[in-house]
Each structure stands twice: as structure tokens, then as C-alpha cells.
């Protein structure tokens, strides 16, 4: 479910690991994984982490971009870096959010996408 026309080396699975590490490896915090194709076409998956500070936040979404770039995914684009309160990343099928902690609290962005999710029940609770 690309957005754009180019031709990435890496599928969406892959591009999804790669923010995961990315994020990881920078101290990114509560990272979260949100799959999207049974409720929207505009990406595969939406990748939800905080930063402890606006500075953190910035500097995850920009060192997001050069891994990015590197794997040769050139047509990111970065929203929210001017406040770094709530930065978005359009890796095209990965959308990453990244906040910090009372911002993400504040918005629950999580509990929204994840409404229409299917319910998955443990076999303790089936009779």
C-alpha cells in the first residue's frame, strides 16, 4: 500500500523492522506497532514511540530519516519538528508518530487507531 510511485529495495515488514531498530537503538520509548490495513489504505503500519524531551523527539525523527534515506527510501517527509512536541514521519507504508510522554497521553492516538481492531480473546474466556 505505498503511497508513492517509487520502488523501495525494502517491503513494508522490512521498513517496519527497520524503524523499530532505528527507534530502539536511539532510546526511544513505549514503541508501539499499529497494523492498518483493515481500517485505512494510507499505510501498512503506524509506529507510535516517545522521546523524553522535545529535543529527543526531533533527533529521533531526523536520524529516522537518514536510516531511511539510506536503505534508499528518499521521500520522507517530517511534520512537527518545529515544536518537537508531536513529530510525524510519512515513510509512505509506515507512518511513525513520535511524542513526548504527556503529549501522547494527552492525545491517545493508540486508542483511537486501535477501536476497530479485532478483539482477541484468550481460551480462558471461551466456554
Known amino acids: 500500500?505505498?503511497?508513492?510511485?517509487?520502488?523501495?529495495a525494502l517491503g513494508p515488514e522490512e521498513i517496519k523492522q527497520l524503524v523499530i531498530q532505528a527507534l530502539d537503538s536511539d532510546k526511544a520509548e513505549d514503541i508501539e506497532v499499529i497494523p492498518l490495513p483493515a481500517q485505512t489504505s494510507i499505510a501498512?503500519?503506524?509506529v507510535v514511540?516517545?522521546?523524553?524531551?522535545t529535543r529527543q523527539v526531533v533527533a529521533l525523527?531526523?536520524?529516522?530519516?537518514?536510516?531511511?534515506?539510506?536503505?534508499g527510501i528518499q521521500d520522507v517527509k517530517i511534520e512537527g519538528t518545529e515544536q518537537?512536541?508531536?513529530v510525524i514521519v510519512d515513510a509512505g507504508d509506515i507512518i511513525?508518530?513520535?511524542?513526548?510522554?504527556?503529549v501522547r497521553e494527552y492525545y491517545?492516538?493508540?486508542?483511537?487507531?486501535?477501536?476497530?481492531?479485532p478483539i482477541e480473546f484468550q481460551d480462558s474466556f471461551i466456554q
Open 1 to 8: 500500500m505505498t503511497n508513492y510511485t517509487g520502488d523501495y
Open 49 to 53: 514511540a516517545s522521546g523524553r524531551s
Open 108 to 117: 491517545g492516538i493508540e486508542k483511537m487507531w486501535r477501536l476497530n481492531q
Open 96 to 102: 511513525i508518530h513520535l511524542f513526548r510522554p504527556e
Open 84 to 86: 518537537g512536541d508531536w
Open 61 to 71: 525523527a531526523e536520524k529516522l530519516k537518514i536510516r531511511l534515506n539510506l536503505e
Open 44 to 46: 501498512d503500519y503506524m
